[in-house]
């Protein structure tokens, strides 16, 4: 029978794809396939239930009533301009200023550059000085501004949770911390994060009987404490992963959170960075070993499932294997995949003496911490890719633990008064040391930024400055120091924290920018000249932790490790992890941007769910069910130690068997984005951290929804296989398709680093139609390899184009948020993501493939691909998408009538419709399972809103309506102002050098995964990228010719665990 | 029996008909000429708070423009200049004048003077003063005065806006932007005409601006040839 050629390209699937997006793509479930070539893939809703006639009856109405509003006034509003009185120097109206700043984290400062537009803080991006940025920001920085626009930042302080004046405050804390001062602080507490920056701690110091307790969920608390029993007190371990070349990460996350992770990621990065086939030999090999899947573990070379409890036993095991006889004793058996694993590991490692590192992650207790240093002591490493330096003071630190139980302890008796800085103890703090109960027995002071659970019930909530907004401080992980500055005035009226602090510890002095110049100046900044430089440069020269002799003490390490007991789950006693997605430990919850970015792995947001293995959700009888790309998942009762919680479970490939995890910051009691959302993890937790044994699963029989866009914006065409030389010959011929004249080609492609060595990366080509493309440049200057497809089109000029490198990505999601507060992306609320109507413009597809227990995962960013052949151009009926001169696909939105044709004939599906005013009212979502917009209306003042979370926006790009579709611009607004900085210097606006245009995404990037630049320049990076063996294009065969190609995998295996 | 109706009126049909088209294009005409910025804009000259005279400063005192608009070369907005900048003279000259109260008044009580807005673009065009500054590379280089689009500032005591501001009006001159251009150190000289010798220029600078050649949406067939112009992209105003 011949075939119907508008028959949808599946009618059924008749064979597993190689690499899928969930478990159900693998099965070939059909609301998953076929959800892939319909217009709607997730059905169509109306808010309110409205259905099309209703719609048309009420446009119909509109029309005639949007007639008679054009009569009513023709020209538009006057409108006023209102200069300064005294303008300030350097200020241009319309050009933004970039400010030195950086942000302090437990785990160090992030050195970063504040853009401000007229006065606001538009967007953060990393300070290249800086040596924990070098210029890349993550999810966290990003969004970071938006925060600061938070609408429920608190406008005055808080006097049991209601609105009293600042001098209501200063008559109660004159008469309260004056008795405390003068008894040089007994009886007062501070709950502080691990590190707050100089001038804080100064003041902290200032009253020597005040308790000073360390509390943050963020902290590398394990990791400080693990240093300190493996080199003595007040030391901390450095990582030089350039110079690695194994690395054995257990149960670390090491590239995406952590101590320095920018500058590791950055680091892996460029080992992967292989353009030719000798660079192979500059790759890291990435070992991991872990029971949740980070982005560690999905961008690992060798990947093995263990439990967080089985932890030690791997590193005894690998201990053993090095031969280092006392540091393996006692460590209990390993399951065969394991041994095989560490066998293997342990002869690399070896082999790699002085080139190794072993990564250790929070959930390990201190004690694995010091074995991992004495095992990197023994093979070298310790000297060369591990550095350890120390505090001055050299003072023994007691983990957060037991400082906050013994707080609690001392809470009504020794400590009377407690005061929490930038902590939300009452949602973060683990239910099980019921911190809520105890702080009824004091005076509790709480300041921070938002006012969030505790704030609200406590004594006193004091809005404190944002970083944005106050002087201050901060140190790095290096020790390094930088200054703080104010982008802007305190919008609420806040205080900054050193001031609040200041007038607690009895310091004259309250000015924010006098503190901290106490603490500099005369001192570590020599004059006003070098506070100047400090200023604008980002960092504090001269400042930094002094190396030390890392001796390491086996004896404390061994009898250490003889308190820690290896657990091994199973079905009835499994493991808890609670993982840290993108709203962390909470804090960054009520910032929408990160409420509605997928997780990297389960791509759930506005959810959180218990992660099964898919073993073990068929052992237990879960079943998850997907509908429409909506997931029926069963909810569970999750029991230990006498607490249960209710949570759904979503199936996920490549858990440990035996752990379950959740991610923290979602089931809070505050704030409008945040409520109501998902399930708090931190209510399961016992004291010990993140990691709870013997937990046991109960099925309640109830269901509920869950929302993941694992399964949106799925390409059509069942191309998602692996091509390796292999089955290469062994291709189906003829499988069913209408694509144009050719079979249809991988979407991802790689190889082992092997395979690269031996043909030079013929992989990532084999199979397209070399016919198909041609040699760029004049005949003098022509290039090695093809560049670009044929087409009609002569390259004059500068020509955009874009490549994305495989093996770097690490699905951090960075270039998402970066991508967001550049190009004012709406958030669209949970309902809509159900319908598949988030707005991100640059989306990371995740697909698995293999075993479906143990898979491997890859990352694959995609974004408008600004294709020569486009085909959303000629589909448009008023050409509202067209090509420019130099390439790019431009879309116009004030032309756009909002047809969503273009959308349709998208093969790559990364053009977003405003299907509604998401604008000005889809920040926030309302209750679950309430339509959207219409019932939330009675609860939220949308202007009242937008009023603050509007000033983030940027000037320089377009605030889009409803009805108007949208799509990455490759951020025509920078290429524009590049141009336009080039005509002002005197300079061709034409030849723009090299690096002059960075998006937001590849400039966030962390592993410069993200190459942009002039594709007619063969001198350019990325033209020399595209000239890379290892360049292809997504959908090769459909003839579009995308501007953005992409850098296949390679993968750097160890043949013996191949 | 004698018919009732004159023979014409056979006609009353047609006619009736033909003058309702007529009538109908006329009304649509009118309102589409009331509506757009012909009518709208061009002529536009709200009343100021201060009796700012152009005509005075610009004109008989031939101060530069870029005396006060000091973000004309370096940014998208050319400014309305701080209250400082009228203080600078003011304080000396006419330190008393009642014209000068609102100005004064700004500058002890440091609240800003609310200007009216005459030239306004909408929301979604991004225009930039600094980018029509000057082009071009070397001897090629050329600017767009304040003239060209302003009018003559140096006559006018009340400001009004001489030119619609249409898309249609941007795309006429960079289309053909050769006649328009001029040196760079005349971009705020009034009343300025290109001689003989820079006509010339002109065209070669204008050549300059429109590589021949690229590809693009906005290429247009004008005379037989496909004609390729200055900004030819969307995104060059649209963002």
Known sequence: MKKDPYAPIRDSMTEAPEYWRSVEHKNADDSVIKSYDAEFSNGITMPGGYNRRDALKIAGASIALGSLAGCEKVRRDPDEILPFVRQPEQYVPGNKLMYATAMQRSDGAVGLLAEANEGRPTKLEGNPAHGASLGASDAWSQAEVLKLYDPQRARSPLKAGTAAKWEEWDTFAKEHFGKLQAAQGAGLAFLVEEDMGPTFERLLAKLPQAKVVRFDPLAPDHAITGAQLAFGPGARAHYNVSKSKVIFSLDSDFLSGGPEHLAHARAFGQSRAVHTTADVEKMIRLYAAEGVFSTVGSNADHRVRITSGEGINVLKALAGALGLGELAAGGGALNDAQQKFVAGLAKDLAAHKGTGIIFVGERQPPAVHALAHAIDAALGNVGSTVSVSFSDARVARLGQAAQLEALIKAMGTEVTTLVAFEANPFYSAPAAFKFAEAAAKVTFIHAGVLPEETGVKANWHLPTAHFLEAWGDATAWSGIASLVQPIILPLHGGRPGISLLAQLVGEPETSDKKLVEATWVGKGIADTRAWRKALHDGTISGTGRSAGAAEVKTADITAALGNVKATTANKDALEFIAFDGHLKDGRLSNVSWLMEMPDSMSKLCWDNALLVSPALAKELGITSSVQKNNYTSDIVEISVDGRSVKAPTFVLPGIGQYSVVMARGFGRTWGDVATNVGVSATAVLGTTGTVVQGVKLTKTGEQTNLCSTQDHFGVPGNVVRELTFAEQSAEPAGAASRHIGLEPRPLFRSATAKQYAADGGKFAREGDVPANLVQLGTPKNKPAKLIQPTTEITYEGQQWGMVIDLSACLGCNACSVACIAENNIPVVGRDQVMLGREMHWIRIDRYFSGDVDQPRAIHQPLTCMHCENAPCEPVCPVSATVHDEEGLNSMAYNRCIGTRYCANNCPYKVRRYNYLDFTHTGDFMVEKGQPWPFKGEKDMDWKERMKTLKLQRNPDVTVRYRGVMEKCTFCTQRIEEAKIAAKRAGQDRKKLPDGAVTPACAQACATQAITFGNINDLESRVAKLKQSERNYELLQELNVRPRTTYLARVRNENEELA | ?239
Not at chain 2, 12 to 28: C, D, K
Not at chain 2, 107 to 116: A, F, G, H, L, R
Not at chain 2, 179 to 186: A, Y
């Open chain 2, 1 to 239: 029996m004698a018919q009732i109706f004159p023979r014409w009126s056979n006609q009353t049909p047609r006619l009736i008909t033909l003058g309702a088209l007529v009538g109908l294009s006329a009304t649509v005409f009118a309102l589409y000429w009331w509506a757009s910025p012909y009518h709208t804009d061009v002529g536009y000259a709200p009343k100021q708070p201060v009796p700012y005279s152009h005509a005075l400063h610009a004109g008989e005192l031939k101060m530069d423009c870029r005396y006060c608009h000091v973000g004309v070369e370096q940014g998208p907005h050319a400014g309305v200049p701080p209250t400082q900048t009228c203080m600078n003279c003011h304080k000396q000259v006419k330190p008393e004048s009642e014209n000068l109260k609102l100005v004064r008044e700004s500058w002890t009580t440091d609240k800003s003077i609310e200007w009216v807005r005459i030239h306004k673009l909408p929301d979604y065009a991004y225009f930039n003063h600094s980018a029509h500054m000057g082009v071009g590379v070397g001897d090629k280089r050329a600017a767009i005065g304040c003239e060209t689009c302003h009018g003559r500032i140096d006559t006018m005591e009340v400001v009004r806006q001489v030119q619609p501001l249409s898309m249609s009006w941007c795309i006429d001159c960079h289309s053909n932007p050769g006649p328009n251009l001029r040196p760079v150190e005349n971009i705020t000289t009034m009343g300025w005409s290109a001689d003989m010798a820079w006509q010339e220029q002109q065209k070669q600078i204008a050549a300059t601006l429109n590589p021949p050649g690229s590809l693009s949406g906005a290429q247009k067939f004008v005379d037989g040839h496909m004609q390729t112009y200055a900004t030819a992209g969307c995104s060059g105003c649209h963002r």
